[in-house]
């Protein structure tokens, strides 16, 4: 049987206490810190492997990792920008792999990415030091992934009509950003996890409207040294 994955709190939790543990063992002089000269370096690269084993959400721990290492081995930082162009071209929503995958085949397929999901219903949105608007338009919404490194990102969300079922955006904030606009009728759970940030539903409550039934828009992932909201325009 497959082994569940853990959330990102966890994680986060695993290493607050390996730390806290460590500091505590120093204190009693169990342990000498200074025999072991650790730097908060480390600490992003442990969690970003732990993210990637552990975790749903692989980009998370992709970015944790790449900080630390970089700022340890400085010499490497060109990578970053070789890291960032592989992502957008080969990123979640597939639409480079499907490109490749037409042009060497021959074929076009339309508006399907790599995994055979229609384009109209996912979104697809990577901010690096900048930002934009993206607008979406489906009948039957699905999720998708926003990536906002340095930058920001506003998605609007108020044409569409959420898909039947649970349906998630994966969010990637480090030092920027990103708000969400919806319907006031949609269900939303946020599941994202805020270091030196946050992340919140900011939409006004009508006791008035109610949530669709059986259709549920999830927010997960990481803002670093950002922040997020949801809101509504009506």
């Given amino acids: 049987m497959e082994t569940p994955k853990l959330q990102g709190r966890v994680i986060i939790g695993l290493l607050l206490v390996i730390l806290g543990a460590l500091a505590l063992l120093h204190n009693y002089y169990i342990i000498d810190l200074y025999d072991y000269p650790l730097s908060w370096e480390y600490f992003f690269i442990v969690g970003g492997l732990l993210f990637?084993?552990?975790?749903?959400?692989?980009?998370?721990?992709?970015?944790?990792?790449?900080?630390g290492l970089f700022n340890l081995v400085p010499e490497l930082w060109p990578l970053v920008f070789?890291?960032?162009?592989?992502?957008?071209?080969?990123?979640?929503?597939?639409?480079?792999?499907?490109?490749?995958?037409?042009?060497?085949?021959?074929?076009?397929?339309?508006?399907?990415?790599a995994a055979?999901?229609?384009y109209n219903d996912y979104v697809e949105c990577v901010n690096v030091f900048g930002g934009g608007n993206k607008i979406i338009?489906?009948?039957?919404?699905?999720?998708?992934?926003?990536?906002?490194?340095?930058?920001?990102?506003?998605?609007?969300?108020?044409?569409?009509?959420?898909?039947?079922?649970?349906?998630?955006?994966?969010i990637t904030a480090i030092f920027g950003g990103s708000t969400i606009v919806v319907p006031r009728d949609w269900?939303?759970?946020?599941?994202v996890m805020p270091i030196f940030g946050g992340f919140g539903d900011k939409?006004?409550?009508?006791?008035?409207?109610?949530?669709?039934?059986?259709?549920t828009l999830h927010l997960k992932g990481l803002v670093l040294f950002g922040g997020g909201e949801v809101k509504s325009m009506y």
């Fill in 52 to 67: 990637f084993i552990l975790s749903e959400n692989k980009t998370v721990g992709i970015i944790l990792f790449t900080i």
């Fill in 82 to 113: 070789v890291l960032i162009g592989l992502y957008i071209i080969l990123g979640k929503g597939g639409r480079g792999r499907n490109f490749i995958h037409r042009k060497f085949s021959g074929s076009d397929s339309g508006l399907k990415n």
């Fill in 116 to 118: 055979g999901r229609d």
């Fill in 137 to 170: 338009n489906s009948d039957n919404f699905k999720g998708g992934n926003i990536v906002s490194i340095f930058g920001g990102c506003e998605l609007h969300l108020n044409n569409c009509k959420l898909a039947p079922g649970n349906n998630t955006i994966e």
């Fill in 187 to 191: 269900k939303v759970v946020i599941d």
């Fill in 203 to 215: 939409r006004i409550k009508d006791p008035n409207v109610s949530f669709q039934e059986g259709r």
